[in-house]
């Protein structure tokens, strides 16, 4: 290695233009923007699904929009705080089944897929938002 490019290489290291600096899920995401498609895709999903939408029926879809965007945005390490119900409450009742929950995951990824997300990064999204799972299911 010449002696210049050596130079130019510790230097840059030293002022922090050495490797990349590791992005969050959040950034991997494509920040507020990016979820916000991932989400009116989920949305789009969800009303094609005639086994699913059935389940969004009184749902009023701008807060459902909000509040997914918090809960994604939140969960991927975002600057934003969740503010709705807790997933037990917000499912209590509806008695959604094994096969319709995975349903709607399989939802997610597709709004994922549209919106041009790698598949690490939905692995790593749908790994973070599995532990709601139980929270969600036959309730």
Do not use: W
Not at 72 to 90: A, H, I, K, Q
């Amino acid at each position: 290695m010449k002696k210049v490019t050596r130079t130019l290489l510790v230097s840059a290291c030293l002022l922090g233009a050495g490797p990349a600096m590791a992005t969050t899920l959040y950034d991997d995401l494509g920040g507020k923007e990016g979820i916000a498609v991932v989400v009116d895709g989920f949305i789009n999903e969800i009303s094609y699904d005639q086994n699913i939408v059935k389940f969004f029926a009184q749902t009023d879809i701008k807060r459902l929009r909000e509040k997914l965007e918090e809960q994604l945005c939140m969960v991927s390490d975002g600057p934003c705080e969740y503010t709705g119900d807790s997933m037990e409450d917000v499912h209590a009742g509806m008695q959604i089944t094994t096969g319709e929950f995975n349903r709607v995951v399989e939802l997610l990824q597709n709004a994922m897929n549209q919106a041009g997300v790698a598949y690490p990064v939905q692995n790593r999204l749908i790994k973070r938002l599995a532990p709601m799972r139980p929270e969600i299911i036959h309730r």
